[in-house]
Antibody, heavy 117, light 110 residues
Framework: QVHLVQSGAEVKRAGASVRVSCKAS????????IAWVRQAPGQGPAWMGW????????NFAPQFQDRVSLTIDSSTATSYMDLRSLRYDDTAVYYC??????????WGQGTLVTVFS | QSALAQPASVSGSPGQSLSISCTGI?????????VSWYQQHPGKAPKLLIY???NRPSGVSDRFSAAKSGNTASLTISGLQNEDEADYFC??????????FGGGTKVTVL
């Protein structure tokens, strides 16, 4: 059973950066793909990107490509999502999830990022 | 990429069946079998309900079923129960190797 535990809520000033972590357990091997999704208040999820431990390959949604970095520390099975140049409309709950073929099998509990100006 | 199109809300009485549609295009729903559905209760993370068009993960009630025809997918909830009141999102893998979500449908049990 895959289990993903994310870091706690963050409050950031506009223009700053934020890092959200996602610690994984329960994968049968060290090869997996972690996706990141965010959900603004009252809206549906929005895809941000994914990173693979198989190949190190990353894929980003166009609207985040210039501001998001995804990394994995394989020694601790922890994934990181860094979002730069925060704007007010980046206020959202950020989720990590395990990407299996084309669906998100297990989800973290979510991390609320609040941006103030 | 535009979000997949879902109705904003649907409602039904306990015991009834209801369906939620999810419409995309040929480069997402129409081109792949990687269509999935998620259930989200208020304040909770989404939960995988259906994957690969019509497959249920272990532990998901067989009251939930799904299908796809062309560029449209659908989720059906049979024998509606109070606990089914939640938001439901569809999703599809795309030709860009990204995942596209629907805007979500709020299910209300009357």
């Amino acid at each position: 059973q895959v289990h993903l535990v994310q870091s706690g809520a963050e409050v950031k000033r506009a223009g700053a950066s934020v890092r959200v972590s996602c610690k994984a357990s329960g994968f049968s091997s060290g090869n997996y793909v972690i996706a990141w999704v965010r959900q603004a208040p009252g809206q549906g999820p929005a895809w941000m990107g994914w990173i693979s431990t198989y190949t190190g390959k990353r894929n980003f949604a166009p609207q985040f490509q210039d501001r998001v970095s995804l990394t994995i520390d394989s020694s601790t099975a922890t994934s990181y999502m860094d979002l730069r140049s925060l704007r007010y409309d980046d206020t959202a709950v950020y989720y990590c999830a395990s990407l299996l073929e084309g669906w998100l099998e297990s989800w973290g509990q979510g991390t609320l990022v609040t941006v103030f100006s | 990429q535009s979000a997949l199109a879902q109705p904003a809300s649907v409602s039904g009485s306990p015991g009834q069946s209801l369906s939620i549609s999810c419409t995309g295009i040929s480069s997402d729903i129409g081109g792949y079998s990687y269509v999935s559905w998620y259930q989200q209760h208020p304040g909770k993370a989404p939960k995988l309900l259906i994957y690969d068009v019509d497959n249920r993960p272990s532990g998901v009630s067989d009251r939930f079923s799904a299908a796809k025809s062309g560029n449209t997918a659908s989720l059906t909830i049979s024998g509606l129960q109070n606990e089914d009141e939640a938001d439901y999102f569809c999703s599809s893998f795309t030709s860009s190797q990204t995942v596209l979500f629907g805007g979500g449908t709020k299910v209300t049990v009357l």
